[in-house]
């Protein structure tokens, strides 16, 4: 399973790539305006400089919702880097351009997923990734893990090669499921990444270690 980090803040980005287990970024308009970024050129500058700091997929979202638009803003983005990957919204006009993306050699990410259907629709458009948004349905009630597990079985009869991106992730534990419900990568904010880190054993035997190292040091 791949990790990317779900953030458009430089240093975190520098942390979870730091730990050598970075695959990729993914972003996203509320996540740059949190950044405070501001403009088109301050925003591709952005992206550039996240291409920059991690050898990995970098997804950037268009803000079009009609497909020549979309397929317009989606090759700027990707003239940007060869990492870039375009990151369209789940609607008609997001379909017809990702196939368009994918006929002319431009990788995807089909973001804002949240049925088994639209997997299956974004997977046939050619899509690279496609992101379910597992802690949303979880805030709407839903259990989101079961939509992972749901596409995954979809995916495995099919033989789809859309990379399924468990994305909207809350916690530490939603990696765990993740993982085993057959996510292809997980999209997280850092605290959840690192929280993997975290068991209080490996503190308390860690601590005996050292105490008991200074006896023979
Ligand atoms: C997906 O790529 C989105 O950037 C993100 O995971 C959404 O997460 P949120 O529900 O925490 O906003």
């Not at 700091?53 to 268009?62: K, L, Q, Y």
């Not at 299956?120 to 992972?148: C, T, V």
């Not at 789809?160 to 994305?167: G, Q, R, S």
Request: proline letters at 3%; a negative charge; aromatic letters at 6%.
């Amino acid at each position: 399973m791949k990790f990317f980090i779900d953030t458009a803040n430089l240093d975190q980005i520098k942390e979870a790539n730091d730990l050598g287990i970075l695959d990729g970024v993914t972003t996203n308009p509320s996540l740059m305006a949190k950044e405070g970024v501001k403009g088109a050129d301050a925003v591709m500058k952005h992206y550039e400089t996240i291409c920059e700091m991690v050898d990995g997929d970098i997804s950037a979202e268009v803000v079009s919702t009609e497909t020549q638009a979309i397929i317009e803003e989606g090759k700027k983005l990707a003239a940007i880097h060869p990492n870039i990957v375009v990151k369209v919204p789940m609607i008609k006009d997001g379909i017809k351009a990702i196939k368009w993306f994918s006929d002319n050699g431009i990788k995807t990410n089909c973001t804002l997923v949240f049925s088994a259907g639209q997997a299956i629709l974004a997977a046939k458009a050619g899509a690279n990734y496609l992101s379910p948004f597992i802690g949303r349905i979880d805030d709407s009630g839903w259990e989101g893990i079961q939509l992972i597990q749901q596409i995954a079985n979809i995916f495995a009869i099919q033989g789809f090669k859309t990379e399924i991106l468990a994305a909207s992730i809350r916690n530490t534990n939603h990696i765990i499921q993740c993982a085993e419900a057959g996510a292809n990568v997980v999209t997280s904010p850092l605290e959840p990444i690192l929280g993997l880190l975290k068991h209080p054993l490996t503190d308390i035997g860690l601590a005996k270690f050292l105490e008991d190292a200074k006896k023979f040091q």
